[in-house]
């Protein structure tokens, strides 16, 4: 009698949702391509709401909100704090491992942001086991992207060690693309290069422009320091 019972049960659950997933699609007029997002999307609301049976509303919206962070972090190379959010409430609810596989996801869609995460967690190792070839892999891939932070990373490696001429103008073109993002240190740092001539013609004007520009940006100057490894002398 306790398996038909069961069976009931889980037939009752299975037609709810069901229906929700209908519901949802209806309601926010979603693309059968985006079933398994949206899977993906309503699991996590019914995790967040507070007794989600009563208060479809909310499981839908919350759902809704989910979606459109996945979306936007699989079809941007640009800054996403929600998407960031969203990978933090994963791991809190469905744990690191989940939260790991959605940024792979994310990152081999094209997020840069994803890969660049990947790659910090892969190397410090804080959240899961290090692994060094992993995080090497997506901070090249982050960088590639268009993230100006592994464009600084990969920068730095660069210049902590001797290079051919090609390999330093790889290192210039990696601190130029970040510094056109922003990137204050990296700005300050195209400053530098310019004044010494790494890589490029010495050129006193686009030193002093790009050394104005980080200090209006705020630059760190002892994180450029770092950066360029004289911290470890």
Known sequence: MRTKTNNAKAS????????RMNTFFEVFDLEPSQYEAAK??????VEKVVDPEKHEDAVLGTAFDFLSGFEHARNTQNKSVYFMEIIEEVMLSKGVKAALAYCEDFAEGGNA???????????????????EDKGASYMFLAAK??????QVRLGSFGLREESSEEERKIVFDLFHEAALKGHPEAEMIMSILYHIGYACRKN????????????????????VLSIMGYDEE
């Not at 967690?121 to 959240?127: A, P």
């Not at 992207?145 to 592994?150: F, Q, V």
């Not at 006193?204 to 994180?223: F, R, S, V």
Request: aromatic share 8%.
């Open 12 to 19: 009752i659950a299975e037609a709810k949702a069901q229906e």
């Open 40 to 45: 993906i999307a309503i699991d996590y609301a």
């Open 145 to 150: 992207l268009g993230n100006p932070e592994a």
């Open 204 to 223: 006193e004007k686009l030193a002093n422009m790009w050394g104005l520009k980080a200090n209006i940006d705020k630059c760190d100057h002892e994180a």
């Open 113 to 131: 942001d994803a890969a660049y995460f990947l790659a910090e967690t892969y190397l410090k190792g804080d959240i899961c086991r290090q692994n």
